[in-house]
């Protein structure tokens, strides 16, 4: 898939021109709900790098707001051009070493998500170049990650979590960790998932496989149930 098209497109269409636009390799920490732990990302546009979304598109939380805003979709198409750089792994080892002292972790995407298999590679050897940070992800983006874990690619710092609500649901393993939604907190709980709903403590240093979010806000309304296992696309919508 030609994503730097995509990325054009999405940017034409707000006026924007993707080739003047400058690249940048910045980590944010504008994320309310990751700052309370001490947590900054790193951010691609929603959808449009997110290969494998499924009806998470329908309620995709970084469509809506300030960051559907066209300064939050030129910031995060700025990021994808600086993943292009051959010099990214690099650059963004500097930038790490920029906030390791203010931080507990990084977030690889609150929005966009590993859009090819070479693009993932960056990333865990960013992780392997920083053995004392924690890196996480919630990911869509299966076959990429299984493979990854096949060739033994993934650091012990880095946590990929599976993310149920794309198009590759029925890949999802159970030996990996994987979130996944749930009408109320009691019904999570009583599943035996860590809750993620107010923070990502859970994601970024628990240990549990299973992670949960709540449902929350004008999401709730639209949301069809809860199941007790990872299972196909059409029950289940992304919400983190």
């Known amino acids: 898939m030609d994503y730097v ?13 993707y080739d003047t636009l400058p690249a940048n390799i910045g980590l944010s920490d504008g994320n309310s709900k990751l700052k309370k732990s001490g947590i900054v990302s790193f951010n691609l546009i929603p959808i449009v790098h997110c290969p494998l979304a499924g009806v998470c ?20 198409a700025a ?12 650059n963004m080892h500097t930038e790490i070493a920029r906030w ?34 924690r890196f996480y992800a919630y990911t ?15 650091p012990p710092n880095f946590r990929l979590i599976q993310s149920v609500g794309g198009l590759a649901d029925s ?21 035996g998932y860590a809750d993620a709903s107010e923070t990502d403590d859970a994601s970024a240093f628990g240990s549990s496989p299973l992670i949960g979010l709540v449902v929350h806000g004008a999401r709730k ?19 983190i």
């Open 5 to 17: 098209a995509k990325t054009r497109e999405r940017l034409a269409a707000l006026g924007i021109d």
């Open 57 to 76: 598109k329908a309620f995709c939380y970084a469509t809506v707001g300030q960051q559907a805003f066209a300064s939050g979709v030129k910031r995060r």
């Open 79 to 90: 990021a994808f051009k600086a993943t292009l750089d051959p010099a990214f792994v690099q």
């Open 100 to 133: 390791k002292k203010k931080i507990k972790a990084i977030r690889v995407h609150d929005s966009g998500d590993f859009y090819s298999m070479d693009y993932l590679k960056s990333w865990l050897e960013i992780a392997r170049l920083n053995p004392d940070v």
């Open 140 to 154: 869509k983006s299966l076959t990429f990650v299984h493979k990854a874990f096949e060739l033994g690619l993934v």
């Open 171 to 191: 890949r999802i393993r159970t030996d990996l960790p994987h979130a996944r939604i749930f009408g109320t907190l009691e019904e999570l709980q009583a599943a």
């Open 221 to 239: 309304g639209k949301f069809s149930g809860t199941q007790t296992a990872p299972a196909t696309n059409e029950n289940f919508a992304q919400v």
